[in-house]
């Protein structure tokens, strides 16, 4: 599910910033903070707030290889 919750994530921030594009310059910038935050409060339990798969595969794989305690 960690998985499912930051390609879910991802999905909404690319396409929200791509829909935010053609704004005006004072519009934008606030919408996109403001869904950063959305997401993070709605989405970033299980993953920390990644927002991004890549960046938090790379952590999930080392964890897993490494001898961590926790």
């Given at each position: 599910?960690?998985?499912?919750?930051?390609?879910?994530?991802?999905?909404?921030?690319?396409?929200?910033?791509?829909?935010?594009?053609?704004?005006?310059?004072g519009?934008?910038?606030?919408?996109?903070?403001?869904?950063?935050?959305?997401?993070?409060a709605?989405?970033?339990?299980?993953?920390?707030?990644?927002?991004?798969?890549?960046?938090?595969?790379?952590?999930?794989?080392?964890?897993?290889?490494?001898?961590?305690?926790?």
């Amino acid at each position: 599910w960690n998985v499912v919750t930051e390609v879910i994530g991802t999905f909404v921030l690319v396409f929200v910033i791509l829909l935010f594009g053609n704004t005006p310059a004072g519009l934008g910038p606030l919408a996109v903070a403001l869904l950063v935050v959305g997401i993070g409060a709605s989405l970033g339990g299980p993953t920390g707030y990644a927002i991004n798969p890549a960046r938090d595969l790379g952590p999930r794989i080392a964890h897993a290889l490494l001898p961590i305690r926790g």
